[in-house]
């Protein structure tokens, strides 16, 4: 079964920075595309930031300049650096990814449970 697992979060200071991780594991044949969205109390989930595996990212017009998305296939795991951080910016925030498990079937989209992140003003 594959797990994605988020960690990096917690309490920050307006301005400061934090970088999150998403650690994949289980078996897995191709990681293809990955994100990470954030859900802040009553507002909708929303996308934060994408990165394709060619490369291509995309980012919320909110986080851009601030927030940066990278992956290292190598250990199956997806950061995103967040700097000069808002008290807008507080919100659970999930990553997920489109993964293969087996060459010549769909990718299957996984999220993870999410981690708290917490900026105070």
């Known amino acids: 079964q594959v797990q994605l697992v988020e960690s990096g979060g917690g309490l920050v200071q307006h301005g400061g920075s934090l970088r999150l991780s998403c650690a994949a594991s289980?078996?897995?044949?191709?990681?293809?595309?990955v994100g990470w969205y954030r859900q802040a109390p009553g507002k909708q989930r929303e996308l934060v930031a994408g990165?394709?595996?060619?490369?291509?990212?995309n980012y919320a017009d909110s986080v851009k300049g601030r927030f940066t998305i990278s992956r290292d296939n190598t250990k199956n795991t997806v950061y995103l650096q967040m700097n000069s951080l808002k008290a807008e910016d507080t919100a659970v925030y999930y990553c997920?990814?489109?993964?293969?498990?087996?060459?010549?079937?769909?990718?299957?989209?996984?999220w993870g449970q999410g981690t708290q992140v917490t900026v105070s003003s």
């Open positions: 997920n990814a489109d993964i293969q498990i087996r060459s010549f079937t769909a990718a299957v989209l996984y």
């Open positions: 289980g078996r897995i044949f191709s990681i293809n595309r």
């Open positions: 990165l394709s595996s060619s490369g291509s990212t």
